[in-house]
């Protein structure tokens, strides 16, 4: 009796480690990577996780910390991250919050950064892949500076608490 072929250019494909774990699913048509593509690691948890057309990254794209929680999630349109993304501390807590367009190298929008304890330690503007100001703070969520082109601003605080401001280089007169 004739056994159908497995097509091996068509439809659901699973691969497995040699100790018998999952490695990887996905699904082709004509050969090419289509839809949602996983892999995992030899322990048999879900490392990556992506959306493929035409067998490049184009949709949601989300990777995994050894232990299963969220390491990164974002949006790939041709390759390129775009629009919202998030990357979190393995205990689960926000380490980058990103809003941009563009492929990396020109994107536009705001990068905001956080501490292990969820206080912004940073909050980043770009345009065209470069920064147009970036803000800093001190870990107990007080500023720390400003930048922007040909401008320093740097804060310090003094024993009582009194903000004292440095404007490139000059300090600036108590308000």
Not at 80 to 108: L, V
Not at 138 to 156: I, L, N
């Amino acid at each position: 009796a004739l056994v159908a072929q497995d097509d091996i250019i068509n439809g659901h494909k699973t691969e497995y480690y040699p100790n018998g774990k999952l490695m990887r699913e996905y699904d082709v048509t004509d050969g090419v990577l289509q839809g949602s593509y996983k892999f995992y690691n030899e322990n048999g948890v879900l490392i990556l996780d992506q959306y493929m057309t035409d067998g490049m990254p184009n949709g949601y794209y989300r990777t995994y910390f050894k232990s299963g929680h969220l390491q990164f999630e974002g949006f790939m349109k041709e390759g390129s991250f775009e629009g919202p993304s998030k990357e979190y501390y393995e205990n689960g807590g926000i380490k980058t919050d990103r809003n941009t367009t563009g492929p990396a190298m020109n994107a536009s929008g705001t990068v905001t950064d956080y501490n292990e304890d969820g206080i912004v330690i940073s909050i980043t503007v770009l345009a065209g892949g470069k920064p147009v100001s970036v803000k800093t703070y001190f870990a107990d969520g007080r500023e720390k500076g400003e930048q922007s082109e040909g401008r320093m601003v740097s804060y310090w605080y003094d024993i009582n608490g009194n903000k004292h401001t440095s404007i490139n280089g000059v300090e600036q007169d108590k308000e």
